[in-house]
């Protein structure tokens, strides 16, 4: 009898050649091939009659082909197919279809699965690019037509070609999983399957692949039925079991009991510029509340743009520094680094203690390099803020006490762990520091539950005062001398702006700036010129009411040579800056400083200015080819205006090609600054991998689960994992908990690939 680990090779119906294809997705176990699911069902118990169709509607219909043809067109091939029923029939038409001209003849039976819509030439329906499927006839054997047709039939994604298709692969799964009738082995207890009135697994397996008559086809189709939860709570259920018990552990850990004196809280007191938010209070005494504590802490610190995180991450390197410990802050780029560094140092000097505070990237030359690395090691250096260069060998801390990771998401488990696990120069191993991570990426809850499940979230949900709303507009390219007319007005009254572009310099790919980005590039944009509406940009220019008359635009435009035409034409006479990520470090650093002494009226850049620019007097965000900016960037690039009390600005100058994507992250914008709302799209629109960079975040890669879809599952599997890891309760059985640690080990470190750093 087969098992669950057996190679998939072995499986019948596959063989070692087909094993191989099916490893290319990740199929290489017989359970692996049972967790591939259909992706839809068709309803093949009755099927639909061709006058029960309803315009807009998506239909199954079988039916008989009647006729085809292959019309040549100018611009590419179109295979149509006539598929009737008693004396109905039904047009399918294929683009680019000439390699169908050789699938049909005529009397075969054909499943199509596709939008209805109204036929131009006749009364009937037809379909555009259906799905379609050949069905047995009736000389196919009993079996084959068993599967095929008179049920509700299991529709898969292609394994390798049109061999390893949905025919194939009903056949194979359905042998197998006779095969293993009554040996698949259950991997949850009994009474938590009962509780939440969950099916086995075994029967689970069989009804996803098979559903039973009866089930309500639009619970298939959301993947909302009972086996359909139960795989899905089964695949959150382990995830979150691993995590709480690498919470445990953590807090089993012995780390730095901090103290709070009145001293401590004197030393706070001195140095903030402005009485506290009620969130900032909320998430400073989350935050020092662990630092009490015995074991290290691991805190996620999330805020949107301008919540004010970094000031409640000083105070809480300032009770690390208090207690006698050094307070590491870490970076993803030597402009955030640099700027942390200039603004820590402003509001120390204030204090009556004379902090030591000691800036290291890499692009420091040595002797500076050896000097700061001197002043770590002895301990001279109380805050030590830096890039990547903070986890060189070379660096070693004399009493760490506090770490504090700056954008998370920029930077691997690993380095966070290296930082963390960093020797004394004595080579004797320091208590474990605690972690403070940041990020400005709002995230939405469910998410941060899986993405940073080993860390306790604190969320910064509200604004300081003194930031002022900013004004969003979206304007075409055409009305560009509008905007650099108001761009001077705004400089006339004494303000400045940023002006940012998707690439450094024009290329034949055109290539974004991705060492800086933090987002996945937009789509490109359609073949199909949609009109620039009218909207309330009248409110901010008088002067473009007009409707857009879109022009064909060749590529896109860059910084370093808009920089130049700006300087010497539209706004030529201003003192413009430029600045992206190839510059020198040097470079770089000269002209952001004077940008914030606002000797630069105008930064043209790249979105190397995304996160941690602070400059208070630039009031105008201009982003040229908005629509290839992904919804984070834009509220990112966002955020760095409306930093003071003036009235802030951000343009969005769109070129006439505008993908519907686009055109909902450009909408959304104009819509709404609350970073949340804007995250929770973000994620519907380009699914969490692709919001996260799957790899570089540590998401990991789910069978069943879809984090969008599934997060009440995903609640109620945390609330579970919980509950069982504080105490499974007496009606587990010894047996069930082995198997279930069994299973937890699988699917930790084979399936999710997660680690047990950090």
Request: proline residues 6%.
């Amino acid at each position: 009898m087969p098992g669950l680990d057996e190679e998939v090779k072995w499986v019948r119906g596959v063989g070692p050649r087909v094993a191989e294809l099916l490893a290319q997705k990740n199929i290489r176990t017989a359970e692996d091939l049972l967790y591939h699911l259909p992706f839809r069902y068709e309803d093949r118990q009755n099927p639909r009659s061709l006058d029960e169709l309803k315009v807009g509607e998506m239909a199954s219909v079988i039916g008989e082909v009647r006729g085809f043809s292959l019309l040549k067109t100018r611009k590419a091939p179109i295979f149509e197919l006539t598929v009737g029923q008693g004396r109905l029939a039904m047009k399918c038409m294929w683009f680019h279809g000439g390699y169908l001209e050789d699938k049909f003849h005529a009397g075969q039976t054909v499943a199509v699965f596709g939008k209805v819509e109204p036929s131009r030439t006749t009364s009937s329906f037809k379909m555009i690019n259906p799905q379609f499927e050949i069905l047995p006839d009736a000389s196919e054997d009993a079996e084959t037509r068993m599967l095929e047709v008179g049920r509700i039939t299991p529709v898969y994604e292609s394994l390798g070609g049109a061999r390893l298709a949905s025919r194939w692969q009903r056949k194979v799964i359905f042998h197998l999983l006779e095969g293993l009738r009554g040996a698949i082995p259950e991997c949850l207890p009994r009474t938590m399957l009962d509780r939440l009135a969950l099916p086995d697994r075994e029967t689970a397996l069989c009804q996803v692949h098979f559903p039973p008559e009866g089930t309500p086809m639009d619970a298939l189709q959301a993947w909302a039925t009972p086996p359909h939860r139960r795989l899905i709570f089964e695949e959150l259920f382990f995830l979150e079991l691993g995590l709480e018990l690498k919470r445990r552990r953590m807090r089993e850990r012995s780390g730095i009991s901090f103290a709070t004196t009145d001293k401590v809280r004197e030393a706070i007191r001195e140095v903030l510029p402005f009485h506290p938010t009620k969130a900032q209070k909320r998430t400073l005494g989350e935050i020092v509340s662990d630092m009490r504590g015995p074991s290290p802490m691991r805190r996620l610190l999330q805020g949107d743009v301008g919540s004010g995180k970094t000031i409640v991450a000083l105070q809480a390197m300032l009770v690390a520094m208090e207690n006698g410990y050094q307070a590491a802050l870490m970076a993803p780029t030597e402009i955030l680094a640099t700027q942390h560094f200039l603004a820590a140092r402003k509001l120390l000097e204030k204090s009556s203690r004379k902090y030591r505070i000691v800036l290291l990237t890499g692009s420091l030359d040595e002797e500076r390099k050896r000097t700061s690395r001197g002043l770590i090691n002895r301990g001279e250096a109380h805050l030590v803020i830096g890039t990547h260069a903070l986890i060189e060998e070379k660096v070693e801390f004399d009493r760490l006490g506090l770490v504090v990771v700056d954008e998370q998401h920029r930077f691997g488990v690993l380095q966070r762990f290296k930082l963390m696990k960093k020797p004394r120069p004595d080579g004797t191993e320091m208590a474990e520091p605690d972690v403070l991570v940041m990020t400005a990426t709002p995230i939405p809850r469910t998410l941060a539950l899986s993405l940073y499940g080993d860390l306790d979230v604190s969320v910064l949900d509200e604004l300081p005062p003194g930031r002022t709303p900013i004004l969003t507009r979206r304007v075409p390219d055409e009305r560009a001398g509008d905007v650099w007319d108001f761009v001077r007005k705004q400089v006339k009254q004494g303000r400045q702006a940023y002006v940012v572009y998707p690439v450094i310099e024009g290329s034949k790919d055109d290539r974004p700036e991705l060492d800086f980005s933090n987002d996945t590039p937009a789509p490109p944009a359609e073949p199909t010129p949609k009109t620039v509406r009218k909207g309330k940009t009248a409110a901010l220019f008088p002067k473009l009411v007009k409707e857009a008359n879109p022009s064909a635009k060749a590529g896109l435009k860059s910084a370093i040579e808009m920089h130049e035409k700006l300087r010497t034409g539209p706004l030529a006479g201003l003192r413009l800056g430029l600045l992206h990520g190839r510059l020198d470090p040097d470079d770089k650093e000269v002209t952001m400083r004077r940008f914030q002494r606002g000797e630069i009226d105008v930064l043209v850049a790249t979105t190397v200015i995304e996160v941690g620019v602070d400059v208070p007097n630039a009031t105008v965000m201009i982003v040229e080819h908005a629509e290839r900016f992904g919804l984070a960037q834009l509220h990112q690039l966002r955020g760095r205006v409306g930093r003071g009390a003036a009235k802030s600005y951000c343009i969005l100058m769109t070129g006439e090609r505008v993908s519907e994507q686009a055109e909902e992250r450009l909408s959304a914008m104009v819509r709404t600054q609350d970073g949340f709302e804007l995250a929770e799209l973000d994620l519907q629109m380009r699914g969490p991998g692709e919001f996260f960079g799957t790899r570089q975040a540590g998401l990991p890669d789910f069978r069943v689960a879809n984090l969008i879809r599934d997060r009440q599952v995903l609640e109620l599997a945390k609330h579970e994992a919980a509950r069982f890891v504080a105490d499974p309760g007496p009606d587990v059985s010894d047996a069930e908990r082995t198997r279930l640690r069994e299973r937890l080990k699988i699917a930790w470190q084979r399936r999710y690939g997660l680690v047990e750093a950090g």
